[in-house]
């Protein structure tokens, strides 16, 4: 079964600086990969995803993602953080309903960003 | 376009006692998906539904049921309600194929059992 690792609970940053959180991810064969940003008391918003092509992605917010498939990983980067990116982020994996994966869409337990102005 | 709608927003239910958890989407999306969400452990996956008429266990589904007789709703019973169960609930849809598309979430709904 497909799993996902944000090894990270809670990062600190100052506003200006850059950003990088991590995203694992543990499935056989290609995973199609997103990364969702939670802000207090609302639903899930998508920032970027993953399917193939460019390992590269952009999203929205300034934010963009690399894809590693040496590595596992697809880690989410930002060149400078500002105040209003407070917020939870999770990334998440699809395994696909062809490779017996059921289409089911998993998150990882998510990273806490808090922003120091 | 109202995206996808849960109600209610919040609820207190006493120990024992049932409920059902509303979520509806008109966007004629496929795929609907019960998410339970407590702090530190990310979301986890109650049930799913790949169409009308047909639902699948996710990680943790003891204690909930779900149906989906139509394709916008996709209700989520709880039976007997115990504490382990308060927790934020998230409903998501994706329009046919989740390999395609991204998911919309609801507004979730707080739920205490005391």
């Known amino acids: 079964a497909q799993s996902v690792t944000q090894p990270d609970i809670h990062i600190t940053v100052s506003e200006g600086a850059s950003l990088e959180l991590r995203c694992n991810y543990s499935?056989?064969?290609?995973?199609?990969l997103f990364w969702y940003v939670q802000s207090p008391g609302q639903g899930l918003q998508l920032l970027l995803k993953?399917?193939?092509?460019?390992?590269l992605v952009q999203g929205i917010k300034g934010f963009e993602a690399e894809f590693k498939r040496s590595q596992s990983s697809f880690n989410l980067r930002k060149p400078s953080v500002h105040w209003s990116d407070a917020a939870e982020y999770f990334c998440?994996?699809?395994?696909?309903?062809?490779?017996?994966?059921?289409?089911?869409?998993?998150f990882g337990t998510g990273t806490q960003l808090k922003v120091e102005l | 376009n109202a995206g996808v709608t849960q109600t209610p927003k919040f609820r207190i239910l006493k120990i024992g006692q049932s409920m059902t958890l509303q979520c509806t989407q008109d966007?004629?999306?496929?795929?609907m998906y019960w998410y339970r969400q407590d702090p530190g452990m990310g979301l986890k996956l109650i049930y799913y539904?790949?169409?009308?008429?047909?639902?699948d266990k996710g990680e943790v589904p003891n204690g909930y049921n779900v149906s989906r007789s139509t394709t916008e709703d996709f209700p989520l019973r709880l039976e007997l309600a115990a504490p382990s169960q308060t927790s934020v609930y998230f409903c998501?849809?994706?329009?046919?194929?989740?390999?395609?598309?991204?998911?919309?979430f609801g507004q979730g709904t707080r739920l205490t059992v005391v």
């Open positions: 998501a849809s994706i329009w046919k194929d989740p390999l395609n598309t991204e998911a919309f």
């Open positions: 539904s790949v169409g009308a008429g047909i639902t």
């Open positions: 966007m004629n999306h496929n795929y």
């Open positions: 499935y056989g064969a290609t995973p199609y």
């Open positions: 998440a994996v699809v395994a696909s309903r062809l490779t017996g994966g059921g289409n089911k869409l998993t």
């Open positions: 993953y399917f193939s092509g460019d390992t």
